[in-house]
């Protein structure tokens, strides 16, 4: 079993940054690919960012060159760093994890393993 934590979400002005980390336990060296989605209420998840096996990343288009993943594996947390923030990036967001995965893409499906989420608001 995987447990996922998420942390680090709050609220920022436009342009400002927030940096949020998803703590893994169980068997953290089991999960082979991860990712963040957030989900605003009444509208599907929607996949941001993806990291692989391979350490392949994929990004939405809506923050590409503004948001970055990355994990370190000597600390078991994934990290999602997010700048130049929009009002529009105001969200719940979630950290996923799958194990013996090849590859995965910013669709939930790929994903067995989810956070509770951490909100994160952006005003104007």
């Known amino acids: 079993q995987v447990q996922l934590v998420e942390s680090g979400g709050g609220s920022v002005q436009a342009g400002g940054s927030l940096r949020l980390s998803c703590l893994v336990s169980?068997?953290?060296?089991?999960?082979?690919?991860m990712g963040w989605f957030r989900q605003v209420p009444g509208k599907e998840r929607e996949g941001i960012a993806t990291i692989d096996s391979d350490g392949n990343l994929r990004y939405a288009d809506v923050v590409k060159g503004r948001f970055t993943i990355s994990k370190d594996t000597a600390k078991n947390t994934l990290y999602l760093q997010m700048d130049s923030l929009k009002p529009t990036d105001t969200a719940m967001y979630y950290c996923a994890a799958e194990l013996s995965c090849g590859t995965v893409d910013l669709y939930d499906f790929y994903f067995t393993y989810w956070g509770q989420g951490t909100q994160v608001t952006v005003s104007p």
């Open positions: 169980g068997y953290p060296k089991s999960v082979d690919c």
